[in-house]
């Protein structure tokens, strides 16, 4: 599977778009960009995937450039329950979902 | 409602102690996996079972052992061969269509070494 680069936190003020990114350049043709989220002390929780089109659901929103080294994540309008760490994962999406490699993320804060 | 449920939530152990820690889920998936998660970092795969009956290492077993005698639960043991136990686990499932496998995961246990 493909590794991932994420910054390691950011700030949001709350009802502002809350934009993550991650970095992916080794990605394979055919590997998903998969997008979790931890909030503290609880199991991660799926928020969205995508394979090269734009994706979206009521969670958020999932961006991926044209050459799919990189993406982005978007949450249209942040609030405080959206505090948490962000993993993203790159892996081909038939194969065991337990080999995906969940690194440090990006702890995003949002702020009042 | 359907989903993960590990047990208990918190456990302490006491040194040169096995313990058991509990999941179960209603999903009907097939995959179960169990992750070990330290202070400010990702997850790490344990163990992970795609069918009952059988179970393969990931990348931090020594120290660990489970079973899957039934589709539902995938109990993970932490033997006394583990020298620091002391983490956040995690349990998780999934089900896998010709598009995605997404990972349902559990509430967690933290266990504490006294």
Not at chain 1, 67 to 76: A, G, N, Q
Not at chain 1, 86 to 95: F, G, L, S
Not at chain 2, 16 to 39: F, I, K
Not at chain 2, 52 to 63: L, M, P, S, T, Y
């Amino acid at each position: 599977d493909a590794k991932t680069t994420q910054p390691p936190s950011m700030d949001c003020a709350e009802g502002r778009a809350a934009n993550l990114p991650c970095n992916h350049s080794t990605i394979s043709g055919n590997e998903y960009v998969y997008w979790y989220r931890q909030i503290h002390s609880q199991g991660p929780q799926y928020i969205i995937h995508g394979l090269k089109n734009n994706e979206t659901n009521e969670m958020a929103s999932l961006i991926i450039t044209e050459d799919r080294k990189s993406s982005t994540l978007i949450l249209p309008h942040a609030t405080l329950r959206d505090t948490a760490v962000y993993y993203c994962i790159v892996r081909v999406a038939t194969t065991n979902a337990g080999k995906s490699t969940f690194g440090d993320g990006t702890t995003l804060t949002v702020k009042p | 409602d359907g989903g993960i449920t590990q047990s208990p939530k918190y456990l302490f152990r006491k040194e040169g102690q096995n313990v058991t820690l509990s999941c179960e889920q209603n999903l009907n998936h097939d995959a179960m996996y169990w992750y070990r998660q330290d202070p400010g970092q990702g997850l790490r795969l344990i163990y992970y079972s795609q069918i009952v009956n059988d179970f393969q290492k990931g990348d931090i077993a020594e120290g660990y052992s489970v079973s899957r005698e039934k589709k539902e639960s995938f109990p993970l043991t932490v033997t006394s061969a583990q020298k620091n136990p002391t983490a956040f686990y995690l349990c998780a499932s999934s089900i896998t269509s010709t598009t995605k496998e997404t990972q349902y995961f559990g509430p967690g246990t933290r266990l504490l070494v006294l």
